[in-house]
T-cell receptor, first 110, second 112 residues
């Protein structure tokens, strides 16, 4: 199993650009999460999903959108990138109370 | 949602036992307590989870008093490679509440 994979690893965006951060898991987990982590800070929950077709907001959803059309994929969409969205983004899936995290995407908005 | 409070940082030396305490006064009946470890530039990694009393695995122990308003992660005989940020997470799984919110974490620095 590859576990949780995220693409891209790094990305630089200009203000106002859009992009999608990809997250895929091959463990057939129903629950998936998106977090952001600013330098020196803890993780903030952006969105989460309890299964295909079901998503809900976390602590900091503004400026982001998600979809969950399959169990495996949980993409995160940034529509109008802002410097405040410069962060490392982690995707995770959950089973049996244990979250499995991807390697992260480091995003810089200039 | 239960809010957690942890010390911002702790220092230790190799070979010592380290205890990190997390306060969660508003823990709900269905909530579990989970601890994660995070190294720089990596995602968090699961360490241990418990509901009450004591849980032990190959890397750590978790002590939870009867009122469940706090928990203590115990790392026996730490080494330099245990230098990391440790997060306490409180939440219920599989039910109506699935928001899993991390606290600020504790930076453990292990010195030789």
């Amino acid at each position: 199993n590859a576990g949780v994979t995220q693409t891209p690893k790094f990305r630089i965006l200009k203000i106002g650009q859009s992009m999608t951060l990809q997250c895929t898991q091959d463990m057939n987990h129903n629950y998936m999460y998106w977090y952001r982590q600013d330098p020196g800070m803890g993780l903030k929950l952006i969105y989460y999903s309890v299964g295909a077709g079901i998503t809900d907001k976390g602590e900091v959803p503004n400026g982001y959108n998600v979809s969950r059309s399959t169990t495996e994929d949980f993409p995160l969409r940034l529509e109008l990138a802002a410097p405040s969205q410069t962060s490392v983004y982690f995707c995770a899936s959950l089973t049996g109370g244990e979250q499995f995290f991807g390697p992260g995407t480091r995003l810089t908005v200039l | 949602l239960a809010k957690t409070t942890q010390p911002i940082s702790m220092d230790s030396y190799e070979g010592q036992e380290v205890n990190i305490t997390c306060s969660h006064n508003n823990i709900a009946t269905n909530d579990y307590i989970t601890w994660y470890q995070q190294f720089p530039s990596q995602g968090p990694r699961f360490i241990i989870q418990g509901y009450k009393t004591k849980v032990t695995n190959e890397v750590a122990s978790l002590f939870i008093p009867a009122d469940r308003k706090s928990s203590t992660l115990s790392l026996p005989r730490v080494s330099l490679s245990d230098t990391a940020v440790y997060y306490c997470l409180v939440g219920a799984y599989g039910g109506a509440t699935n928001k899993l919110i991390f606290g600020t974490g504790t930076l453990l620095a292990v010195q030789p």
